[in-house]
């Protein structure tokens, strides 16, 4: 018998993390989505359209506007056997909860010395560039991944929208998925028998050999428009995707970096105190004597995002920006 | 309460100048000259109407991001509202906010606030300052009947009742908060009660009638101004459009939307106004000419209004320092 590659579908981010969370409320009667407006409405981005109609209130609970206390009551309902799935609208009312990520999620098994797993999912939007102005816009991945505790993912292909929620449940510990709101809409092909993906391992999603653009999340298509452009001024640029923020895969960052000798790192987050920032500083104390040319970051100015769209575009990394930046990493020679 | 025609007209002039205002800005936003989020005010113009004329020019006023008509019936010009919805520097706040976050320091309007229940301690605050200052003014405070399932809510509520501060809150309660309905949200939907669990007096008020809402807003005021502690409104009031521009409106029906509509703020105070000799049809008339020049000039003053250049794109984050010599 021949091995049959299966089909693909035409599809979409949100129909991706649709046919996620659909198959996890299938698949295991523990698990349950709740959040605001996740059914009635139809969820605010509409990735749970058409579940409360499938699974009943029970499973696609809408609550009050009361962040706080629906993520700690999902922090709790883990800690009792649940696999709760729980959406934030978006990661700007997610500090309204932060004390119960912060102070519960990520600490209940430390402090009780291993004795409790909180088994959570936490989704969220993110991201700027709908003209939303500061209160709307913002980008907190790179804050989320300095607590340790807990494991920060961001889909930023289709696969990974479809596959990294299965898996994320079945992690013992809590998990907060990022999806950035631009890429809601982003178009692709799907294989039908798609299922669950690692979480544990960044990706190359475009090799090649004179420098290394390493990004994640909704920054991860223009870094590779930018890498397009690239290759047609004869410049091969590799571009990683993170995938995990916490833990990071250095293994895979490093790898390319011996290759290339020359980085540029793209994150949507404020430049101080970035994520881009960590991993520039890991670079130097694990791979100092690789490097070619100082390291580069793209990440957004250090402004509340404005609302006004040539404003809050020069705020944000693009791919001209991306491209600036690689091309003096490039011409720098040692 | 019985209006004289000078406040009749003005009351419906305001309604009609946010109906107007709102109608031609959901145009705008299909042109794509207004970006982002758009929330309009279309159905509840009694509310703000009401309030704001019972409010004095030394009271704060802090509200939500569907605020235009609170703007508006503050006193801030259509066209600086309006050039702020383009991004332009000439908005009231400099292009930097949009939609959802309109301020004016001179009309002591503390802003759109698009983090629901984020208004509430701002206000307590401002309140207490006023009166540790021995100040007069009291600080008003709209927002959705939603943010009262928020912890900031009832925290507020707590402290501005402990410290007895001159504070107003206006509760609109709209029955939705995006597509979930006050009765899905609320164990209790009784809101006068709550406010009353904190030893803050209140009331409810019918929010499509604009003279019961301005009656309301004027005797709770005067409670506040004398010194009695803050003070609780509920208006009961209705969106007549979706909740933004992108809310498909899955959660309510098209018969509920038109029963509420019977009860359009602006249509009922016309009849009535016409019916008790208050105003004559010429006049309204002439109130929706007025109107509509005053908007079709703020679309021109929007329209004519400047970019600001991206080299100053990282202004106003810090205030500038007076170096020392
Ligand atoms: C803390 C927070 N959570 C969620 C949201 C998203 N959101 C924006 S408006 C809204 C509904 C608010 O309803 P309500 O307070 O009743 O005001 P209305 O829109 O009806 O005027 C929600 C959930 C937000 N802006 N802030
Ligand atoms: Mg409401």
């Known amino acids: 018998m021949n091995t049959v590659t299966a089909p693909v579908i035409t599809t979409t981010y949100r129909e991706a993390l649709r046919m996620a969370l659909r198959e996890a409320l299938q698949r295991d009667p523990r698990v349950f989505l709740m959040g605001e407006d996740v059914g009635r409405y139809g969820g605010t981005y509409a990735v749970s359209k058409g579940l409360l109609e499938e699974f009943g209130e029970e499973r696609i609970r809408d609550t009050p506007l009361s962040e706080s ?50 088994p959570l999912v936490i989704r969220m939007a993110t991201g700027a560039g709908r003209q939303l102005a500061a209160q709307h816009s913002h980008s907190f991945e790179g804050w989320y991944a300095h607590i340790p505790g807990i494991r920060v993912v961001t889909p930023a292909t289709l696969e990974d929208a479809r596959g990294m ?6 992690d013992p510990d809590p998990v907060i998925m990022f999806e950035n709101a631009l890429l809601y809409n982003l178009e692709g092909e799907l294989a039908t028998d798609a299922g669950a993906v690692d979480i544990d391992r960044a990706a190359v999603r475009r090799p090649g050999s004179d420098l290394t653009l390493v990004t994640y999340g909704g920054s991860l298509p223009k870094t590779l428009q930018a890498a397009e452009r690239l290759a047609a001024q004869n410049i091969s640029a590799e571009v990683i995707d993170l995938r995990t923020l916490r833990p990071l895969d250095m293994t895979t960052v490093l790898g390319s970096l011996a290759k290339t000798h020359r980085m540029v790192i793209i994150d949507e987050g404020w430049k101080s105190g970035s994520l881009a920032a960590e991993i520039m500083a890991r ?19 250090e402004v509340p995002i404005p609302y006004a769209r040539h404003l809050e ?16 990493t490039v011409k720098q020679h040692v | 309460m019985t209006p004289d025609p000078i406040l009749a007209r003005k009351l419906l002039h305001e309604m009609v100048r946010i109906r107007r205002f709102e109608e031609k800005s959901a145009e705008l936003y299909s042109a794509g000259k207004i970006r982002g989020f758009l929330h309009l005010y279309i159905g509840e113009e009694a509310v703000a109407t009401g309030v704001m004329q019972a409010l004095q020019p030394e009271d704060a006023v802090f509200a939500t991001y569907r605020e235009h008509g609170h703007a508006l019936a503050r006193g801030l010009s259509a066209g600086a509202i309006m050039a702020e919805m383009y991004g332009k520097v000439e908005g009231c706040s400099h292009g930097r906010g949009g939609s959802m976050h309109l301020f004016d320091a001179a009309a002591k309007f503390y802003g759109g606030n698009a983090i629901v229940g984020g208004g509430l301690p701002l206000t307590v605050g ?13 600080a008003a405070c709209f927002f959705g009947e939603g943010a009262i399932a928020e912890g900031e809510f009832h925290e507020s509520m707590n402290l501005a ?13 709209n029955l939705y908060a995006m597509g979930t309905a006050l009765e899905r949200s609320e164990a209790d939907t009784n809101l006068v009660e709550k406010a009353a669990s904190y030893r803050i007096a209140g009331k409810s008020v019918d929010g499509m009638d604009v003279l019961a809402v301005l009656e309301a807003a004027q005797q709770a005021a005067q409670f506040v101004r004398a010194g009695n502690g803050p003070y609780f409104l509920e208006f009961r009031t209705y969106r007549f459009r979706a909740h933004s521009m992108f809310d498909p409106e899955l959660y309510r029906s098209k018969a509920e ?14 009849v009535r106004a016409i019916s008790e000799g208050w105003l004559t049809p010429q006049t309204i008339a002439a109130i929706e000419a007025e109107v509509a ?3 079709a000039q703020a679309v021109e003053f929007a329209e004519a209004g400047t970019w600001e250049p991206v080299e100053t794109l990282t202004r106003d984050v810090y205030t500038a320092r007076v170096q020392p010599e």
Request: glycine share 6%; aromatic share 8%.
């Open chain 2, 257 to 270: 939307v038109e029963r509420w509509k019977q009860r359009c703020p602006i249509a009922g105070f016309s």
């Open chain 2, 293 to 295: 020049r005053e908007i």
């Open chain 2, 161 to 173: 009742s402990l410290w007895n501060v001159p504070a107003l809150f206006l509760c609109e309660n």
């Open chain 1, 165 to 170: 929620l299965w898996t994320a449940l079945m």
């Open chain 1, 69 to 118: 206390a629906f993520v700690g009551a999902g922090i709790g309902a883990a800690l009792n056997g649940m696999l709760p799935i729980v959406e934030v609208m978006t990661c700007n009312f997610s500090l309204l909860a932060l004390d119960q990520i912060l102070n519960n999620a990520a600490t209940l098994r430390h402090m009780s010395g291993g004795q409790f797993n909180i």
């Open chain 1, 283 to 301: 670079v130097m104390e694990q791979a100092f004597y690789e490097l070619d040319a100082p390291i580069e970051r793209v990440c957004s100015a």
């Open chain 2, 126 to 138: 401002y309140a207490l300052a006023q009166k540790m200052q021995q100040r007069t003014g009291l």
């Open chain 1, 313 to 328: 575009q020069a705020a944000i990394p693009q791919v001209e920006t991306i491209l600036a930046a690689a091309l003096r």
